[in-house]
Nanobody, 127 residues
Framework: QVQLEESGGGLVQAGDSLRLSCAASPRTFNDYPMGWFRQAPGKEREFVAGIAWSGRPTTTYADSVKGRFTISRDNTKSTLYLQMISLKPEDTGVYFC???????????????????WGPGTQVTVSS
């Protein structure tokens, strides 16, 4: 069974940086696309960034984070990352990593394209 666990969240000020990590079960990590979502209080869970499987590491981003966030994967450590710079108060929320449904898939964007989710890590950006 695939397991995901996020870490690296915290309370920061606007303009600061954070790097989130997501540790995954190693057995199938390399073969699946991965992604990050976030959910602010009272709002729907929204797509943040996606990355294709390890053999084709293309990426895709939500417009709201493009140029500020970078998704990457370290296949030797079965770990997904989200580097966030120039954080804004509107980036506040619980951040979830997720594994895509399709083996050897491209970078997905839709919530329905993901099958397994981590419990999330809180990111709070103060103004």
């Amino acid at each position: 069974q695939v397991q995901l666990e996020e870490s690296g969240g915290g309370l920061v000020q606007a303009g600061d940086s954070l790097r989130l990590s997501c540790a995954a079960s190693p057995r199938t990590f390399n073969d699946y696309p991965m992604g990050w979502f976030r959910q602010a209080p009272g709002k729907e869970r929204e797509f943040v960034a996606g990355i294709a499987w390890s053999g084709r590491p293309t990426t895709t981003y939500a417009d709201s984070v493009k140029g500020r966030f970078t998704i990457s994967r370290d296949n030797t450590k079965s770990t997904l990352y989200l580097q966030m710079i120039s954080l804004k108060p509107e980036d506040t929320g619980v951040y979830f990593c997720a594994r895509g449904r399709k083996q050897y898939g491209e970078a997905p964007r839709s919530r329905d394209d993901f099958a397994t989710w981590g419990p999330g890590t809180q990111v709070t950006v103060s103004s």
